[in-house]
């Protein structure tokens, strides 16, 4: 099949001859041919000599690399890479084991397939695009993961109106490309809970936490948790397994409360240790009294783009002075960002002058990121986005 074409400028060709899986749209010559936005295309240097095959965008991002070879992206090729990700999930012990069916298949880069994120959920996958070239391949994708899954994959649920670029005006809507049996209860590390795939936030539940979940899990033993931003309360069913002595989870959305308040009673029915709340954060922090020793800070990401970053960390720092301020001495704070766009240093240096506003002794305990399931490309850095501290503080 013959594809466009697109021709570097002279010394642009570094990047991917370092296997950076994108190309900016600044590095670009000239382009043969009139690709559309998410068709295949062809990347040469200006010497005329084959880079990459990916995917065509609008914007800064102009291409997605699939490939580094000259290779054709058909059927065999998107089973492959499904595979190839199923395998790694095996590996991890992750995909397959009884007391846990959730785990992140596909994680973009992470697993050479740009712009695309699938999350499982017991025997339903849920698919989300960021990218219109993923889109367009969404059938072809669902096929393969039919033919890698094989029986254990019942429903492929479709989840990319919020996340791909609004310029295409695709019309894409949400829904079931296999299957439409919804079987919404998962397990992670043998605790249950229930996922709003269709209306929840992300695919229905921040899968990248669950390590980070189960370390707290450890330090929860006769402690008062409070989990802010607790979205459907995964740290505290977590720190409830943990023996908490009592544990509160806020969030500003009511609709996250009832789900959390679901999941509780799914693990520990009729347990009188937890109390949600539907309130902001900030005024939930200001108004608190020094009643907690353990508390979570896992904020939604407060910058999704580079203009933002300085409002961001100083959201990052306002948030993490009042924590340093109201907690108890002894007491433990595990705080994060998954914001892409905040770097491991920005992020300590937000949370470290926090710290020092406060003036209490602070020790860092962990430094945490994302699990195994979300691997970063070695050649995309960009790809190490959850970053997070436990910190122990006198």
Known sequence: MEYCKVFLKPKKEESLLRFHPWVFSGAIQSVEGDPEEGD?????GA???FL???????????VRVLSFTPITIDNAFWIERIRIAYELRKTLRLAGIENNNTFRLVHGEGDNLPGLVIDMYAHTAVMQAHSVGMHYARHQIAEALKAVLGDTL??????????LPYKANLGSENGYLFGGE????????????????????????????????????????????????????????????????????????AKAISLTKKNVEL?????PRHEAYAEDAFKYLEKMGSNYDLIILDPPAFAKHKNVLRNA??????????????????GILFTFSCSQVVSKENFRLAVFSAAAQSGRNVRILHQLTQPADHPVNIYHPEGEYLKGLVLYVE
């Not at 960390?313 to 907690?327: D, T």
């Open 182 to 253: 919804v079987e919404d209860v998962a397990i992670e590390n043998g605790l249950k809970f229930y996922v709003d795939w269709q209306k929840g936030q992300k695919t229905g539940f921040f899968v990248d936490q669950r390590e980070n979940r189960s370390l707290l899990e450890h330090y929860a033993k006769d402690r008062s948790v409070l989990n802010m931003f607790c979205y459907t309360g995964g740290f505290s069913f977590y720190a409830m397994r943990g023996g908490a002595k009592v544990v509160h989870s806020v969030d500003s959305s």
């Open 313 to 330: 960390l100083q959201g990052y720092r306002k948030l993490n002075a009042i924590a340093f301020e109201k907690i108890k001495p002894g």
């Open 52 to 62: 990459a095959i990916g995917h065509y965008q609008v914007g800064s991002i102009a």
């Open 40 to 44: 295949l295309v062809e990347v040469y």
């Open 154 to 163: 019942q429903n492929i649920y479709y989840k990319s109106e919020a996340t």
């Open 47 to 49: 010497n005329q000599h």
């Open 267 to 271: 693990n520990f029915p009729g347990d």
